[in-house]
């Protein structure tokens, strides 16, 4: 029976570091996920404007730095999810 028992709480004890490890890496990768992700739907938004005006261009800027902050919030929020499901 205490053999048993012992086996049990090895098995779970391992399973508990693949999560450990499984998570750790994808915290180490979700930002290249998140960069390809980003990519793919880039590519297909792409589209050649002529005829753009100095306010155009400052708009398109300014979506640029708010798809950047919202992918970086994103990110954050699912490093912070893992984190504390892994507590």
């Known amino acids: 029976m205490q053999y048993i028992l ?3 709480l090895e098995d ?3 399973f508990v570091n693949m999560v450990d490890e499984c998570i750790k890496l994808l915290d180490e990768n ?3 996920l998140n960069d390809m992700e980003y990519s793919l739907q880039s590519e297909k938004e792409d589209v ?3 005829n753009l005006t ?3 261009l400052v708009d398109m800027a300014h979506e ?4 950047s902050r919202i992918k970086r919030a994103e990110s954050d929020f699912v ?3 893992l984190e504390k499901k892994s507590d």
């Open 48 to 50: 050649v404007m002529t």
């Open 79 to 81: 490093r912070r999810l």
């Open 12 to 14: 779970r004890d391992d």
């Open 6 to 8: 012992m086996k049990v």
């Open 54 to 56: 100095k306010n155009d």
């Open 30 to 32: 979700v930002d290249v």
């Open 64 to 67: 640029v730095s708010d798809s």
